[in-house]
């Protein structure tokens, strides 16, 4: 894959974090259409523990990428002033906010009316989060990320992957839930990530710099392309394929899914890694 899986730990992140933010999106909203059904609240709360499993994955693997784990609070110390400090910040205000109501509404300690209020917060907090991650990487000398591109697939990963892991997570709550628009959304989120990579395809052509063209970085960047989409299309076909049957959805299945879809964004986002080059002395565009 070029040279953006050398950034592993960033990989991981990213994809993983935006996953969570837009399943803590999806499922808080089922969570919330439940308020008149106590068992299936509860239920739901339970399932969500699996959110803050998968978001403090994503932190290990960014503490990782630091070299020293000592290092971890150095990269709060601009907060304000540096975007990958307020990345983090951010990251672990929703990771603190969304995983401290888990526990309380776990352990039945939260009031309903404070709960929902601070389950909209942890909502949000989840796209402020995704919002900060896309400021990191809009570097005016890094002109192959200092472009739309970068954060129209940052929030397209979370529609890609966001509403599968939901869905996934209200089936093994047992609560009953219509999936097809959030389907249909995941379907145009895949539609709108091809017309991304074809922009960005075209353009890359005219980036350079004194000693470097931007296509020549990933000279795999077609084939790995195709794979990404490949694994996307089976993930959505896994949760779609059941709704046109109208048959129920399986467990087994979505989760087959939701491996497929976040394999198919973890090599999109290695690709966005590998896309790595600097002005140099010159840059055309």
């Known amino acids: 894959m070029g040279n ?11 994809v993983l974090g935006q996953c969570v933010a837009g399943a803590t ?3 808080g909203m089922g969570w919330l259409a439940a308020r008149h059904e106590a068992a299936d609240q509860r239920r739901i ?3 969500m523990f699996f959110l803050w499993v998968i978001m403090g994955i994503a932190f290990f693997a960014s ?5 020293s784990p000592l290092r971890a609070f150095n990269s709060l110390n601009r907060v304000g002033a540096s975007a990958l400090s307020n990345e983090i910040a951010s990251g672990s205000l929703f990771f603190a906010v969304g995983g401290f109501w888990w526990l309380l509404s776990a352990l039945g300690k939260m009031p309903q009316a404070l709960g929902r209020i601070w389950l909209i917060v942890s909502m949000l907090l989840g796209l402020v989060f995704v919002w900060a991650m896309t400021r990191v990487y809009q570097i005016d000398t890094v002109p192959t990320w200092y472009n739309g591109y970068t954060t129209a697939s940052f929030f397209l990963t979370v529609l890609l992957t966001g509403p599968l892991f939901a869905t996934l997570l209200l089936k093994l709550a047992k609560v009953p839930f219509n999936g097809k628009f959030f389907a249909a959304l995941s379907v145009l989120a895949l539609l709108a990530s091809l ?3 074809v922009l960005q395809t075209s353009e890359l052509g005219f980036i350079h710099s004194s ?3 931007a296509n020549a970085l990933l000279p795999d960047w077609g084939v790995w392309q195709v794979w990404r989409f490949v694994l996307l299309a089976a993930g959505l076909g896994c949760w779609i394929c059941p709704l046109l049957r109208r048959v129920p959805s399986t467990a087994l299945g979505l989760t087959v899914g939701l491996v497929l879809m976040i394999a198919g964004e ?3 986002r290695g690709l ?14």
Request: glycine share 14%; hydrophobic share 60%; aromatic share 12%.
């Open 211 to 213: 000693v470097q063209q």
């Open 25 to 27: 999106i999806i499922s």
């Open 45 to 47: 709360v339970l399932s």
């Open 63 to 67: 503490v990782l990428h630091l070299g």
């Open 266 to 268: 973890l090599i999109g």
């Open 4 to 14: 953006g899986w050398h950034e592993w730990p960033l990989v991981l992140f990213t």
């Open 195 to 197: 017309a991304v990579v």
């Open 272 to 285: 966005f890694y590998g896309l790595h080059m600097t002005v140099g002395m010159a840059i055309a565009g």
